[in-house]
């Protein structure tokens, strides 16, 4: 299973860099969604949470009571049951129908879709949302939007940002008829905050920069972010390999010469989505991963006790074709986490 080893000063260093961005810290919600992208939830709640960081975006319910205590907001994102929240959840809402689902008194972040599609409320619902959200007598105190292509060249970044601002300028409207107090506005994930030239907003959602990354063609000066995670893999055996000799399923790899390899203790099960053989990939000592990866265990050209398998997911990306977020994301749960 191996563990997964948080940096605290590389996560200090990207939150210094975030809360500059947006102009304090007090404007930053550390996105904590998916076991904070795989790398625990609690480990970076409480961390983000000794920084000075006061704001924490979730998924799902269970997900905000394991951290209730640490942050004075935490904006849950997905739909849950009926349920008496705490004074500092608040819940996203993305239909008219969903406000009478919920008790009274909830604090409500009314999501909006600027053009994205996937999910929020309309334009055009706009004035009967804030009138329904009275009428339940829910509290009104968010309302934000997420773009699609923050991390593409294009404009479509400022149409929806053009979006936005119309909407907003209509909320204000709407709130100073009804005598209510105005909402937060927010709509910056981490490549969109990067894309502002001066950040306005009352607070930014930062996933995946607070993790080290920026997933993004767009930023002209991509900031010096570091990556937080590495993971590393124990010693099970060691062998010798002779010349001509196959390792692992479907012996995908071959000896050049006798050479001694180790097994070791992580595998595609703990979510190290499998490599096949055909790519090579060289852990950061230069150690390489031999044939396919199994379940369980995967070989090595190396005698270590323990290896570190990556401290950067930047080449493991490219080999899978996909995106940074999906290497963190998918790794389990249960490795062990260790904080240095
Ligand atoms: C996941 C998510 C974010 C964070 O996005 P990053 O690109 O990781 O910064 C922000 N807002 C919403 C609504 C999200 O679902």
């Not at 404007?27 to 939830?41: E, F, I």
């Not at 994930?189 to 990067?194: E, G, R």
């Not at 396919?292 to 990556?310: A, G, Q, R, Y």
Request: glycine share 6%; net charge neutral.
């Amino acid at each position: 299973m191996g563990k997964i080893v948080i940096n605290k000063a590389n996560l200090f260093h990207n939150l210094n860099i975030i809360s500059q961005k947006a102009n304090g810290k007090e404007k930053v919600a550390v996105v904590l969604k998916d076991n904070a992208y795989g790398h625990g939830l609690i480990e970076i709640a409480t961390l983000a949470s000794e920084f000075g960081i006061k704001k924490a975006v979730v998924q799902t319910l269970d997900e905000a009571i394991k951290i209730e205590k640490l942050f004075e907001q935490t904006l849950i994102l997905a739909e849950s049951d009926f349920h008496t929240y705490s004074h500092t959840f608040h819940i996203a809402v993305n239909s008219i129908e969903q406000l009478k689902r919920l008790p009274k008194n909830t604090n409500v972040h009314l999501k909006i879709d600027t053009g994205m599609h996937r999910n929020g409320i309309t334009k055009e619902e706009l004035k009967e949302a804030i009138h329904g959200i009275c009428k339940e007598n829910l509290n009104f105190t968010g309302l934000f939007t997420h773009y699609k292509a923050a991390d593409i060249l294009s404009t479509e970044f400022y149409w929806q940002r053009a979006n936005f601002s119309q909407i907003k300028e209509e909320t204000k409207k709407i709130c100073e008829q009804l005598f209510l107090p105005l909402p937060k506005f927010h709509s910056a994930n981490s490549s969109a905050l990067f894309r502002f030239n001066n950040f306005d907003e009352d607070f930014t959602r930062v996933g995946i920069a607070t993790y080290g990354y920026l997933d993004s063609d767009t930023v002209f000066k991509i900031p010096d972010l570091k990556p937080v995670m590495s993971l590393w893999a124990n010693k099970i055996t060691t062998r010798v390999l002779k010349k001509g000799q196959r390792v692992g399923y479907g012996g995908a790899y071959e000896a050049p010469k006798d050479m001694t390899i180790s097994t070791y203790d992580v595998g595609y099960g703990d979510g190290f989505l499998r490599l096949n053989g055909s790519n090579k990939y060289l852990t950061p000592k230069g150690y390489e991963i031999l044939g396919k990866v199994s379940m369980d265990n995967l070989c090595i050209n190396s005698e270590d006790d323990e290896v570190c398998i990556f401290e950067d997911v930047t080449k493991l990306a490219s080999i899978h074709n996909t995106i940074r977020y999906e290497i963190l994301a998918t790794l389990n749960p249960n490795i062990k986490k260790e904080v240095i």
